[in-house]
């Protein structure tokens, strides 16, 4: 069975996005406080209802609030999210876009993050990837 595409977010979305994950879980008035350039609270419970019928957000029912909490590990969400990068952007080729970002000057890596990668590369090629 195909894996469900994780729809796509929006800024707000994704910022919102932003400040569950670095707290785990969180509030709207928690998400609204911490938002640049806020929208109004109603705004922001409104994209936090959003979040939840899109599957990023779950919550519960704490003292009267809700609490929520994200669905996906961010390294999950991660993932897909580079798989439709690669797909729509480099034909979908890891190669095509290692390559593109190392070309740019800003790659800009260290000697120990050079290393890792070889590191990396090496270990997919005796597993066969």
Known sequence: MAR???PTLSRRERQIMDIVY???EA???VVHEQLPDPPSYSAVRALLAI???K???KYR???GRYIYSP???RSQVGRSALRRVLDTFFEGSLEKAVAALLQGSDANLSPEELAR???LIEQARHEGR
């Open 117 to 119: 990668l070889g590191q």
């Open 55 to 57: 599957g990023h957000l």
């Open 4 to 6: 469900q595409p994780i």
């Open 61 to 63: 029912a704490e003292q």
């Open 22 to 24: 670095a707290r785990g």
């Open 71 to 73: 669905t996906r590990r």
């Open 51 to 53: 979040l939840v019928d």
């Open 27 to 29: 509030s709207a008035a």
